[in-house]
């Protein structure tokens, strides 16, 4: 697949619940590089869309996300995201890689979707259980790729107006 674009993605920020964060292996990390893809979406006018598993049961997302978010979330009730995207590429974050990541990811490739799933901003309880969903998700032909992959393809070149402010990110 070519390089992602900003003119062709959306940000899909899956579940990143005030009580399921802290039982997430990983989760600092989880979270810093999800924040980073959602203020490098937004300073490239990339479309961000955010779901909520039960959020009277887990909470709604958490703050440090919820306040970069130019929208409220999707609720939902099935570990399968139901989403009209308004481009033919998602870029996906967030937790549980091996539940509701991994579900949606398969529900967006067989409607037909290109879609990126961020490594390290995707979490799960058990490393072991994030690294099979990653795996599993690679085999069904999704791409796996980093924050600073997503945010520099984005970007596309150093002389884009954004470079020094996404790049700031990084740093």
Do not use: Y
Request: aromatic share 2%.
């Amino acid at each position: 697949m070519p390089a992602l674009t900003a003119e062709d993605s959306v940000l899909l920020v899956v579940d990143l619940q005030e009580r399921l964060m802290p039982a997430i292996s990983g989760a600092p990390e989880v979270l810093r590089n999800a924040g980073r893809l959602v203020r490098a979406a937004t300073l490239l006018d990339v479309p961000v869309t955010t779901t909520e598993q039960e959020p009277t049961k887990l909470g709604p997302t958490v703050a440090e996300i919820a306040d970069l978010l130019p929208g409220p979330a999707v609720t939902k009730s099935t570990f399968a995201a139901e989403l009209e995207l308004p481009r033919p590429r998602a870029v996906v974050c967030g937790c549980e890689a091996h539940v509701c990541v991994l579900q949606t990811v398969l529900a967006l490739r067989a409607a037909g979707h290109d879609v990126a799933v961020v490594a390290d901003a995707v979490g799960s309880r058990a490393p072991e259980n994030r690294d099979a969903a990653v795996a599993r998700m690679r085999d069904h032909g999704v791409e796996v790729v980093t924050t600073e992959m997503v945010v520099f393809e984005w970007l596309g070149a150093s002389t884009n107006p954004a470079f020094r402010e996404v790049q700031a990110l990084i740093r």
